[in-house]
């Protein structure tokens, strides 16, 4: 072993087999992939953590909030994607910014809303460091989403409701989409897509979020 491997816990290998994982897992959309391929996933999470940073799991970001895990990450842009490109993209919990920088690689523009500040603020300096430009941050309550930058093709809500936003569905494109968990302590991942005159909804796996909460702290 070489002294580079030495620090490989955070190296492209380890990000290279993340992604063979994310595969067995049954993630295909290319894209994705390749986004998760390049992004630095460890800085992300504070600098103890960071040799877990590419474990499958959700790890603590501060303030009660958690970094999702790889696969729900892969799994829910890909979702979001169908298989087509996306345009403007709406998310709701922004937390660390690694699904921002993600979903900022597979879409045209990208707001995203967090409710805690100091959270917003290291999301921001994330983003920076990787240069990603077309990612846009917002402190707020996101169950109001951005309605005077509405309509989004894609909406991705990263904390488990209650029940569907009302404001989010009405601020879906005909033609978006909007992957979201639904239920209390667990959750069911819900695909909603808007046609030209009906929301077609359609249930997928189970899932494990931190709650959507209202107000900003
Ligand atoms: N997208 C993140 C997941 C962060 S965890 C990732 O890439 O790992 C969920 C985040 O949603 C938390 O930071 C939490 O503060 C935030 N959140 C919860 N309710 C919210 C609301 N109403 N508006 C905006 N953000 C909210």
Redesign the pocket.
């Known amino acids: 072993m070489n002294g580079k491997q030495g620090i490989g816990m955070t190296s492209q290998r380890t990000r290279d087999r993340m992604v063979a994982r994310l595969r067995e897992q049954g993630i295909r959309d290319e894209v994705v992939l390749a986004a998760m391929n390049t992004i630095p996933r460890h800085i992300?999470v504070d600098e103890a953590l960071s040799i877990r940073a590419y474990e499958d799991v959700?790890l603590p970001?501060g303030?009660g909030?958690?970094?999702?895990q790889p696969y729900i990450?892969a799994r829910m842009t890909e979702i979001l994607r169908g298989g087509g490109g996306l345009g403007k993209v709406l998310?709701?919990?922004?937390?660390?910014?690694?699904?921002?920088a993600v979903l900022s690689q597979v879409a045209q523009e990208v707001y995203?809303?967090?409710?805690?500040s100091p959270?917003l603020m290291k999301a921001r300096n994330h983003l920076r460091e990787l240069r990603a430009r077309n990612g846009k941050l917002k402190h707020?309550?996101?169950?109001f989403g951005i309605p005077e930058l509405a309509p989004y093709d894609g909406i991705i809500v990263?904390?488990g409701a209650t029940h569907v936003p009302q404001e989010l569905l009405a601020q879906m494109a005909i033609g978006g989409r909007m992957i979201i968990p639904v239920g209390a302590a667990e959750q069911t991942l819900t695909l909603i897509e808007r046609g030209p005159e009906e929301y077609v909804q359609t249930r997928l796996e189970a899932v494990k979020?931190?709650?959507?909460?209202?107000?900003?702290s």
């Open positions: 992300f959700s970001i303030y909030q958690t970094i999702s990450v998310e709701i919990g922004t937390g660390c910014g690694y699904q921002t995203s809303v967090e409710r805690i959270l707020a309550d996101g169950n990263t904390a979020f931190v709650p959507l909460l209202g107000g900003t």
